[in-house]
């Protein structure tokens, strides 16, 4: 019926293309595989080994959005991306939201273009995975480093980022000092990359030459006559100085503006970041909805009404480690 409505003479051209593709045993063979029900493919998409990208129209009247979900989470690595729109034909309806979708995931195996900001946030974008990083702690940090060696941690931090973003496809949106805001098309990506951050800094801190971490419990050394004071803090320079930051991740159409993106989905993903620990990922549950059955652990963190708004969100955090 949605197709009828969107488009009355698509019956007309497609019963042409069809007439002019096909012959009538073909479409005897179609019909009697559909009537025997021996046309369900299903068991056949575990074996799929391409990238594959799953679309599925929000509104779809005809088919249901879970069946997409199922689709998508029964092939290994597959995207799913719900796009606006109730028709189930891709080419009719908002054919720029689909494009929007389909000409980056076209695009991954070229070398990845320079994305200009403007160009990145600019325009209607569908639905998006937001997601917020801040480091921890970065106000005492730079109280105790001074800013000249505090800017330093911080290049560090924009550094292993940046590189996080690009490697899993997401736009940076923008900076704050202390964190970033980015977007992503694909739910898995934004959890992929928020994984990958946290396991970069994970690393980096685990290999600093004076970890804190290795000692903790122990008592603070005292200065021999040979150890100047200034050696005796080296362990606090620049570089032992560890990073740890908390990321929130949230799903939905955030409005596109100045450069930047605005609406309740990107104001939940910033609530969300807040109430995350050092080292945690927390994403809503339309976040872990989009990335199910693709490999992900999450612990149930239960309801929290965010501050400004009125009705709960269901948190869950990432479990990177031991994933």
Known sequence: MSTRQEDPAAGLRWGEVYRQSSTGDQVALIFAAAIANDDDARGELPNVRVPTLVMHRKGDTNVPLALGQGIAAAIPDA???PVGGVISHYALGDQEAVLRVVLPFLRRGEPAPTVDAADAVAGPRGVQTV?????????????????EKGREVLREHERITREALKAHAGVEVKTMGDGFMASFASAVRALECAVAIQRAFDERNASLPAHPEALEGRAEPQPSAHASTGSA????????????????LNAGEPIAEDEDLFGA????????????????????????DLAEGKGFMFSDRGEIVLRGFDDPVRLFEVRWAQA
């Open 131 to 147: 997601l917020f990083t801040d480091i921890v702690g970065h106000t005492e940090m730079m109280r105790r480093l001074g800013d």
């Open 233 to 248: 803090r080296a362990d606090r320079s620049v570089g032992a100085e560890p990073i740890r930051v908390r990321i929130g």
């Open 265 to 288: 989905a990107v104001i939940r993903a910033a609530r969300i970041a807040a109430l995350a620990q050092a080292n945690e990922i927390l994403v809503a549950n339309v976040v872990r």
């Open 79 to 81: 995207t799913f991306v």
